[in-house]
Nanobody, 120 residues
Framework: VQLVESGGRLVQAGDSLRLSCAAS????????MGWFRQAPGKEREFVAG????????AYQDSVRGRFTISRDNRKNMVYLEMTNLKPEDTAVYFC??????????????WGQGTRVTVSS
């Protein structure tokens, strides 16, 4: 499973941004997908997850209501729509894949990350 993120850039507080993740795998429809982020000097943290069918999702409390995760199983794509961005959202965002659930420890496959910087 290869994952390639895109869409990260410098934005201002209050702006919106969509991250994309392209998955190279023939088993995409069987994978649960997620977005994680790592801010400078901090550990990587779970942001959002979506199950294989798109019928179940999960969010970190700090982004719930502002971020939306979605997937397109026909295109092997996962998206993270981010609105009302805040400086504390500044981080490298990673796409990840899990073969068994949305718990953070279940994600085994990782992309290289895309950087999001939110200026105040």
């Amino acid at each position: 499973v290869q994952l390639v993120e895109s869409g990260g850039r410098l934005v201002q507080a209050g702006d919106s941004l969509r991250l994309s993740c392209a998955a190279s795998t023939q088993v995409f429809m069987s994978l649960d997908m997620g977005w994680f982020r790592q801010a400078p000097g901090k550990e990587r943290e779970f942001v959002a997850g979506i199950n294989w069918s798109g019928g179940q999702n999960a969010y970190q409390d700090s982004v719930r209501g502002r971020f939306t995760i979605s997937r397109d199983n026909r295109k092997n794509m996962v998206y993270l729509e981010m609105t009302n961005l805040k400086p504390e959202d500044t981080a490298v965002y990673f796409c990840a894949a899990s073969e068994g659930g949305l718990e953070a420890a279940a994600f085994d496959y990782w992309g290289q990350g895309t950087r999001v910087t939110v200026s105040s």
